[in-house]
């Protein structure tokens, strides 16, 4: 069955230091891969996505992701964080069975970066 | 480009009620829109699929006479919980894609209060 995960509940980091959030995923094919960013009471925002190509991938707010294919990993990275950056994070692929479109969420990572 | 609006962003109902809760896209024709519940903190729980014109396909566990939806056109769908109870609080969000590459655009979001 297709998966996604994110290891990490929450990620605490100072700002200015760099960040890393995790998703790992378990897709059939060539997985398409997204990541979004929801800040409280809000809806999801679309960072970036990996479709084909190069395998860092770069997207909104200078975040930037890349694709290993041999760890099935897609981990969310920037150089330098900010407060502002402090939100929950979310990985996601699509479902490819059935061309429902549908996306499957990981469960979510909880950014805090602290002054 | 690629906006989703919903309304409303925040409603307070009495138990026994009903609400509706309009998803817009509004820069592009959404061929297929879904319906997500989320918990605090929690990932996004999908709950149905929407296509213009036909009948909505709901994930199963979700009462499909509870939440009706409709999508009436190729820019608005609509989710009604009928009968409401305080149990069915929560933030709702919709998404919406316009049939490229497995993309969602999502919604502000809605938080129901039911009293």
């Known amino acids: 069955a297709q998966s996604v995960a994110q290891p990490e509940d929450q990620v605490n980091v100072a700002e200015g230091n760099p960040l890393t959030v995790k998703c790992t995923y378990s897709?059939?094919?060539?997985?398409?891969l997204f990541w979004y960013v929801q800040y409280p009471n809000r809806g999801l925002q679309f960072l970036l996505k990996y479709i084909t190509g190069d395998n860092l991938v770069k997207g909104s707010y200078g975040f930037e992701a890349e694709f290993n294919k041999s760890q099935t990993s897609f981990h969310l990275k920037k150089p330098s964080a900010l407060v502002s950056d402090s939100a929950l994070y979310f990985c996601?692929?699509?479902?490819?069975?059935?061309?429902?479109?549908?996306?499957?969420f990981g469960q979510g990572t909880t950014l805090q970066v602290k002054p | 480009g690629a906006v989703v609006s919903q309304h409303p962003s925040r409603v307070i109902c009495k138990s026994g009620t009903s609400v509706k809760i309009e998803c817009r896209s509004l820069d592009f024709q959404a061929t297929t829109m879904f319906w997500y519940r989320q918990f605090p903190k929690q990932s996004l729980m999908l709950m149905a699929t929407s296509n213009e014109g036909s009948k909505a396909t709901y994930e199963q566990g979700v009462e499909k006479d509870k939440f009706l939806i409709n999508h009436a056109s190729l820019t608005l769908s609509t989710l009604t919980v009928t009968s409401a109870h305080p149990e069915d609080s929560s933030f709702y969000i919709c998404?919406?894609?316009?049939?490229?590459?497995?993309?969602?655009?999502f919604g502000p979001g809605t938080r129901l209060t039911v009293t």
């Open positions: 897709v059939s094919g060539n997985p398409y």
């Open positions: 996601a692929a699509p479902l490819t069975s059935g061309n429902t479109g549908k996306l499957i």
């Open positions: 998404s919406a894609t316009g049939g490229g590459a497995y993309e969602q655009y």
